[in-house]
């Protein structure tokens, strides 16, 4: 069974740093790539970026709203994807999901979804 | 704002069909990228629903469709029922945003 579980959410101050974690199992990890993809209470989601396999060079892929301040990273010897989020505002408090692709290309759809982690950026 | 744009919100009785649309542009949908729709039911983690414009994971019921025409995207559902009450949520690729991006949502009532 396919499982994508994410953590390390929680409250943080405006200025501040938080790194979430997405431990994947039930496929191939190592071959995949994986999205994160946000969504601010009662609205819509938002792609946040991904990271491919180390195939296609573990390259990465931000939205402009946080590029510059995220940085995505995986340790596929752990099965796990991070999402480092530096200068936080309270703009990015949301709940955070990772996602897998089915393939590398544009057009790959997100096929399954962890249960997501609520991130609160508030003083 | 949206890259997609979807109706806010549509409603239906139970055994009806429902249509909800997925406007974009030459940049995405218009350039010949995927619509993909995903199910999001309340409290829950969104599910995919069709991809690659009209195909359905084997999991989901074929009540639910989907179609592609120029710039757009639709998501059919015939035969409503209580438990199709959720979120839904188109999804392509843009190339001038060099970003994926989603519709705003559409939240389905069932009366």
């Known amino acids: 069974e396919v499982q994508l579980v994410e953590s390390g959410g929680g409250l943080v101050q405006p200025g501040g740093s938080l790194k979430l974690s997405c431990a994947a199992s039930g496929f191939t990890f190592s071959g995949s790539a994986v999205h994160w993809v946000r969504q601010p209470s009662g609205k819509g989601l938002e792609w946040v970026g991904r990271i491919r396999s180390k195939a296609n060079t573990y390259a990465t892929a931000y939205a402009a709203s946080v590029k510059g301040r995220f940085t995505i990273s995986r340790d596929d010897s752990k099965n796990t994807v991070f999402l480092q989020m530096n200068s936080l505002k309270t703009e990015d408090t949301a709940v955070y999901y990772c996602?897998?692709?089915?393939?590398?290309?544009?057009?790959?759809?997100?096929?399954?979804w962890g249960q997501g982690t609520l991130v609160t950026v508030s003083s | 704002q949206s890259a997609l744009t979807q109706p806010p919100s549509v409603s239906e009785a139970p055994g009806q069909r429902v249509t909800i649309s997925c406007t974009g542009n030459t940049s995405n949908i218009g350039a010949g990228y995927d619509v993909h729709w995903y199910q999001q039911l309340p409290g829950t983690a969104p599910k995919l629903l069709i991809y690659g414009n009209n195909n359905r994971p084997s999991a989901v019921p074929d009540r639910f469709s989907g179609s592609k025409s120029g710039t757009s995207g639709s998501l059919a559902i015939t035969g409503l029922q209580a438990e199709d009450e959720a979120d839904y949520y188109c999804q392509s690729y843009d190339s001038s945003l060099s970003d994926w991006v989603f519709g705003g949502g559409t939240k389905l009532t069932v009366l």
């Open positions: 996602t897998r692709s089915t393939g590398d290309g544009s057009q790959s759809p997100f096929d399954y």
